[in-house]
């Protein structure tokens, strides 16, 4: 007598499941996702057998949850807008972040999180400040989260220090499986070379990845090449050695031969289209990137710069802005597109494999997008299917139903499980109200 199989964990029953793969780089099923012990454990038209929860996502669709790659967890939405990139950063990014307080720093994670789980993201990777209110809420929240603690030298801000990274480090290497830490130099004009000397032996020496910024603006990389003679990639190339992930944010003024470096060197990096835009940087160079082997993922930057946290928007913009720049509507098909927002994206941010698919092995982590609002239809299915596309070029992240980590639901038709939204806007009001007046920007 053959023993039974075990039940499922959680059945995601009935989807439209929209699958990154293959040669068109997006596969559209219909079909079931099982769960066990977190994760993925049978896709597609699965046989019957009972389940500990099912998720109802008939007339919907089902795809890998979105994995934000570039996201500073801050506060400030709206406020300071419209000013050139280096007065921003130094007249007013930069001085109100060193007012940020622990306090601050946990009401921004808990609002940050809440929006992610509400528009679909299932894994980040954040680089900011106080990085163990992120990483605590992260544990609370239920999501995934690569922390990686911004680290400035010049102007030396309090707690965002190499010792500091460190010590965050080694008291988070192994405390939580879903919350890990990196090592986050803030960008080579504000560090010394020595911290990304030190980052890179560390994080070899310890399998940990590093996040900075690179290339973001042209004024930075004037800056950069006037100082130092080199180029960004090629000046951040002679600091760092081999052997750990890097990431780095923007890559907007990469020319050709920095980005054959950045391939040469398996460096990824994380393309915030929004952020580019608003701040007036220019478009990074995504195809060229992708054609040279790149792997490039997919971010929001901050509230401050976005001014949402929608991946579904980043989506979209990431391949209107190569259209229009090319002057080719070829370029960034829906495909390519979804595989930057999931497998391109966890592979980024040193979960490739783990996170951002929806095949049996992988993580369970995943979303179930509604097709009930006007602007989803008509819904094609078959030959014909048009759902992919519409996650490309309909979808807002208020599409999104719910939302599981690790076979964990942390929302369900709507309603966050893991954080409390009546109590996160209270408290939001209040912190940011105290941040601006002790950074002397509001008067108390
Ligand atoms: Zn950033």
Redesign the pocket.
Known sequence: MSTPEPPFDLLVRGGLLVVPGGPAGVTVVEGDVAVRDGRIVGVGDLPHRSAGRVLDATDSVVMPGLVNS?M?ECLERGIFEDLPFTRWLQEFALPKDRAYEPRHQRAAALLNQLEMIRGGTTTFID?FRHPDQAAEVAVSSGLRAVISPQVIDRPPGPGETLEANLDFVQRWQDRCPRVRPWFGPHALYSCDEETFAVMSEEAARRGLGMHT?LAESGAETAEIVERTGLRPAAYLDRLIGPGHPVLV?HGVHLDAADIDLVAARRWAVAH?PT?NMKLGNGTAPVPEMIAAGVTVGLGT??VMTNNDLDMFEEMRLAALVQKLRLGDAEVMPVGQVIGLATTASAAAVGLGGITGSLREGAAADLIVVGLDQPHMWPVQRGELSNVAEHMVYSAHASDVRSTVVAGRILMEDRVVATIDAAEVRDLVARETADLLIKAGILRG
Do not use: E, Y
Request: proline share 0%; hydrophobic share 20%.
């Open positions: 570039h500073h680089i910024h944010a915030c952020s930057d901050s």
